[in-house]
């Protein structure tokens, strides 16, 4: 009904940027909160960004100031600019979509991941 397509991860060396992009495509009658989220090796899934439906952003610790989340409602993708990566920004990262579907049920929806490797 609903299909994510997570874009944008590779390797790169400590300092470097990446941006991750997260298009939803289906079903789609309007996309409230979006995020970014990433799980390393051996750990749990945490929180990386969030954006809501107006635009206020929410950032983990880690992050501020490197990375900035945004939006485009126009082509229902959110997107993960991160600069001066760290190699503890290495993982598997992951978009969540909220959204409201044509027949109005409301879904939350998760990509299939992308890798991010910061290394020299």
């Known amino acids: 009904q609903v299909q994510l397509v997570e874009s944008g991860g590779g390797l790169v060396q400590p300092g470097g940027s990446l941006r991750l992009s997260c298009a939803a495509s289906?079903?789609?009658?309007?996309?409230?909160?979006m995020g970014w989220y990433r799980q390393a090796p051996g750990k749990e899934r945490e929180l990386v960004a969030v954006?809501?439906?107006?635009?206020?952003?929410n950032y983990a610790d880690s992050v501020k100031g490197r990375f900035t989340i945004s939006r485009d409602n126009a082509k229902n993708t959110v997107y993960l600019q991160m600069n001066s990566l760290k190699p503890e920004d290495t993982a598997v990262y992951y978009c969540?979509?909220?959204?409201?579907?044509?027949?109005?049920?409301?879904?939350?929806?998760w990509g299939q991941g992308t890798q991010v490797t910061v290394s020299s």
């Open positions: 289906g079903s789609i009658f309007r996309m409230n909160g």
């Open positions: 954006i809501s439906s107006g635009g206020i952003t």
């Open positions: 969540n979509v909220n959204l409201l579907t044509r027949t109005l049920q409301a879904i939350g929806s």
